[in-house]
C-alpha cells in the first residue's frame, strides 16, 4: 500500500512565523503535489513537482514556496504566514504516466 | 479548459434508501474523471475512476458512476446508503496545462438512521 505522511496533523502559528509543511511517501513516486483546502471551494493546487528539484507553479502559489531535496519528500513552506493561510492542507504523490493521486491525511494549520 | 461542477453541496439521505451525488463536466476533448471520497479527519481516498473504457465505471464500497457524453455528466450512486458512508466527495478531472486534477468544490453526504 501506498502511505504517504504528513508531519503535523494540527499546527498553530503566529503571523509572520516562517512554517514548514513535510510530506514523505514510501512508493517512490516522481510526482508530488502540495493542495489547500478550503470550506465550499474543494482543493486548490499550490505547487507540484515532477522530479527532485523540480518545481511548477499550481493555481495558487502566491505566499508559498517549495522544497525537493529527495524523491520521497516534498516540502511546503510559508515565508511568513499570514491568517488567510489559515486552511487544512494536503498532499499527494503519483508515479510518473499514471493518474491516481495518493494523499495524506492532511495538516490542519492555524495562524493566530 | 476542463472543469466539473458539483450540483450539490450537501445531500441528505436515510440509511438504505438510494445515494445520488451529481457532477457535470465540461472538458473539451475525452476527459479522465475521478471520484474521491474524503472521510472525517481522514485524507482523500479514490473511489473510482473513469479513463475512457466502459462507461458505467465500478468502484469500492458499493459505489458506481456512469459516464454520459450527451449530458456531460458523471454521476455517482450507491443504491443502499450506509452509516459509513457520511463523508464529503470530490469530482475530479484531469486538465490543466500540465494534467493536474481539478477538483470540484465537494458534496458533503449525510446518512440519517
Known amino acids: 500500500d501506498v502511505k504517504v505522511t504528513q508531519s503535523s496533523r494540527y499546527l498553530v502559528k503566529r503571523t509572520g512565523e516562517k512554517v514548514f509543511l513535510e510530506c514523505v511517501q514510501d512508493m517512490d513516486h516522481e510526482n508530488m503535489f502540495w493542495y489547500r483546502q478550503d470550506p465550499g471551494l474543494g482543493l486548490r493546487l499550490i505547487y507540484f513537482s515532477y522530479d527532485v528539484k523540480m518545481k511548477e507553479k499550481g493555481d495558487i502559489p502566491e505566499g508559498y514556496s517549495v522544497s525537493r531535496e529527495k524523491k520521497e519528500r516534498f516540502s511546503l513552506i510559508l515565508e511568513s504566514a499570514s491568517t488567510n493561510q489559515t486552511s487544512m492542507y494536503l498532499c499527494?504523490?503519483?508515479?510518473?504516466?499514471?493518474?491516481?493521486?495518493?494523499f495524506g491525511p492532511g495538516t490542519r494549520l492555524l495562524v493566530l | 479548459a476542463q472543469s466539473v461542477t458539483q450540483l450539490d453541496s450537501h445531500v441528505s439521505v436515510s440509511e438504505g434508501t438510494p445515494v445520488l451525488l451529481r457532477c457535470n463536466y465540461s472538458s473539451s476533448y475525452s476527459p479522465s474523471l475521478f471520484w474521491y471520497v474524503q472521510h472525517p479527519n481522514k485524507g482523500l481516498q479514490l473511489l473510482l475512476k473513469?479513463?475512457?473504457?466502459?462507461?458505467l465505471v465500478k468502484g469500492i464500497n458499493g459505489f458506481e458512476a456512469e459516464f454520459k457524453k450527451s449530458e456531460t455528466s458523471f454521476h455517482l450512486t450507491k443504491p443502499s446508503a450506509h452509516m459509513s458512508d457520511a463523508a464529503e466527495y470530490f469530482c475530479v478531472v484531469r486538465g490543466g496545462s500540465q494534467g493536474n486534477l481539478i477538483f470540484g468544490k465537494g458534496t458533503k453526504l449525510s446518512v440519517k438512521p
Open positions: 473513469y479513463t475512457s473504457a466502459a462507461t
Open positions: 499527494a504523490s503519483m508515479e510518473w504516466g499514471q493518474e491516481t493521486q495518493y
